[in-house]
């Protein structure tokens, strides 16, 4: 069990695109479990990899429906769009609006470095691109409208 302080912005690493894997290595795999265990101690609800500090495109997600890992994450469908409320373990005590493709078909590559394909919609949807957004050194108060601080929090 390794949990990372999860890296805040302001760091240049949450600013930087990160590196596609080329192999599913036995560090992936540490890496992949280190962004679980940070996830869940931070209770989050998805993490990428820049956020403890590895410029690599690995994400992880849970929104209630089980944990998902993915490497090299690529968007290649997407439509409909919804806005939400999002925060970011990055960039605490702060919320904003968010408007996202309400339906999504997510290509990367799994632990044992296979090709999966996830279809997501609602919350899971959200969760995947507010991670790749991450894995292009977005942060979603580039993008979210009332900007705000997180009321329950303060
Ligand atoms: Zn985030």
């Known amino acids: 069990m390794a949990v990372y302080e999860v890296v805040k912005n302001g760091e240049p690493?949450?600013?930087t695109k990160a590196k596609?894997?080329?192999k599913v290595t036995s560090n992936i795999h540490k890496l992949l479990d280190n962004m679980v265990d940070t996830m869940y101690a931070s209770r989050g609800v998805g993490l990428a990899a820049p956020q403890i500090g590895v410029s690599k495109q690995v994400l992880v997600l849970d929104v209630g429906d089980g944990l998902i890992e993915v490497i090299n994450p690529e968007i290649i469908e997407s439509s409909g769009t919804e806005t939400g409320i999002e925060g970011?373990?990055?960039i605490p005590g702060i919320i904003g609006e968010v408007p996202r493709a309400v339906k999504i078909t997510v290509k990367g590559l799994d632990r044992?470095?296979?090709?999966v394909t996830y279809q997501?919609?609602?919350m899971m949807a959200?969760?995947?691109q507010h991670?790749?957004?991450h894995l292009n050194g977005?942060?979603?108060i580039d993008i979210a409208q009332n900007i705000r601080k997180d009321e329950k929090l303060s």
């Open 13 to 15: 690493v949450l600013r």
């Open 20 to 22: 596609p894997v080329p």
């Open 88 to 90: 970011c373990l990055s």
């Open 112 to 115: 044992e470095g296979q090709v």
């Open 120 to 122: 997501a919609t609602g």
């Open 126 to 128: 959200r969760a995947f």
């Open 131 to 133: 991670e790749i957004d």
């Open 138 to 140: 977005v942060l979603f």
